[in-house]
T-cell receptor, first 114, second 114 residues
Framework: EAQVTQNPRYLITVTGKKLTVTCSQN?????MSWYRQDPGLGLRQIYY???????DKGDVPEGYKVSRKEKRNFPLILESPSPNQTSLYFC?????????????FGNGTRLTVT | KNQVEQSPQSLIILEGKNCTLQ??????????LRWYKQDTGRGPVSLTI?????NTKSNGRYTATLDADTKQSSLHITASQLSDSASYIC?????????????FGTGTRLLVSP
């Protein structure tokens, strides 16, 4: 089944403790992206990747890191999480960055930073 | 500023009734507009896409319209079912060939009541 898989689904951590949220897609998509979803704000892009070893900042990159060493994986790293990073995070992929292809989203990771 | 505004914020309708959700955008240059459905606890899933030359497109009981002159789109749901209860997100792609970005609306939360 074609899908985007995120892990974990739920994560509670404390301020300053490094964490990684994994994202993997099995559709051979070139484009991958991370979003955070907060009430009343909609989805906001954190980082995106056009292809392997090509990553760039989105609209809200502060406090986050990413890497794209393989085409299928695009982990999101929080080196020193803070309470304002408490949010619902989504990974998404599509065949390419532009055009008419839809984004395929994972089922989200709900992160709470205390 | 590129923006997407959706209305209403939330809506409650009785099962079997019809409803219409609105999306107004100010992005330029316009590339396409897509409606996503997001069930609680899940990632958004694409319902339909509208390009500049398309006025209407259907996907089962969902019908999207686009007026590129007034920069408005609507999503009409016919004969609603309990499974239609979800958030509906309007997403507009803008930019020129080679670099395009997405702007997300904050969504309309629909509750279909028995």
């Amino acid at each position: 089944e074609a899908q985007v898989t995120q892990n974990p689904r739920y994560l509670i951590t404390v301020t300053g403790k490094k964490l990684t949220v994994t994202c993997s897609q099995n559709m051979n998509h070139e484009y991958m992206s991370w979003y955070r979803q907060d009430p009343g704000l909609g989805l906001r892009q954190i980082y995106y990747s056009m292809n392997v070893e090509v990553t760039d900042k989105g609209d809200v990159p502060e406090g986050y890191k990413v890497s794209r060493k393989e085409k299928r994986n695009f982990p999101l790293i929080l080196e020193s999480p803070s309470p304002n990073q408490t949010s619902l995070y989504f990974c998404a992929s599509s065949p390419q960055q532009g055009g008419n292809s839809p984004l395929h989203f994972g089922n989200g990771t709900r992160l709470t930073v205390t | 500023k590129n923006q997407v505004e959706q209305s209403p914020q939330s809506l409650i309708i009785l099962e079997g009734k019809n409803c219409t959700l609105q999306c107004n955008y100010t992005v330029s240059p316009f590339s396409n507009l897509r409606w996503y459905k997001q069930d609680t606890g899940r990632g958004p899933v694409s319902l339909t896409i509208m390009t500049f030359s398309e006025n209407t497109k259907s996907n089962g009981r969902y019908t999207a319209t686009l007026d590129a002159d007034t920069k408005q789109s609507s999503l009409h749901i016919t004969a609603s079912q309990l499974s239609d209860s979800a958030s509906y997100i309007c997403v507009v792609r803008w930019g020129n060939t080679g670099f395009q970005k997405l702007v997300f609306g904050t969504g309309t939360r629909l509750l279909v009541s028995p």
